[in-house]
């Protein structure tokens, strides 16, 4: 029988929505508020879901395990941090650092740390209450 665990963190960071080319009144037309620099914060919600087969001790995975993951792919790697300055994906230049693209981000690298016969179904990520995006593959790293 297959089974779903979902186990979520949080961490607080910065970011920007900011395109160099671009004129400060292009940017600020774009993106209003959330284009002013420095940039603004979030205190964000990281769900990871995970499948698998549910073993003779009643688990799919290890927990300890999987918030280790979490703890060093996500809020070791973002937490406190302006995600645009350290991380290069979505350094100025580049992708925007939206719900989106972050959990699509964050995605391989959470899958590709899981143990054998363990799957990543979807990548939740909140900004806050009313905002979230969900990223479900691909499951190749």
Not at 83 to 110: D, H, Q, W
Request: with cysteine; hydrophobic share 40%.
């Amino acid at each position: 029988m297959a089974v779903s665990l979902t186990r979520t963190v949080t961490f607080s960071a910065y970011h920007r929505y900011h395109v160099p080319d671009w004129s400060d009144d292009e940017n600020r037309t774009a993106f209003g508020a959330l284009g002013a620099a420095p940039g603004h914060g979030h205190t964000y919600r990281c769900s990871a879901t995970v499948s698998g087969p549910l073993g003779a001790d009643g688990t799919i995975m290890d927990l300890g395990v999987l918030d280790g993951i979490l703890g060093e792919e996500v809020v070791d790697v973002l937490d406190g941090q302006h995600i645009n300055l350290v991380v290069p994906e979505f350094s100025y230049g580049k992708l925007l650092p939206t719900c989106e693209a972050m959990a699509a981000y964050l995605f391989p690298r959470l899958a590709r740390r899981l143990p054998p016969g363990v799957r990543l179904d979807r990548v939740r990520l909140a900004e806050d209450a009313t905002l979230y995006a969900d990223c479900t593959g691909p499951t190749d790293p």
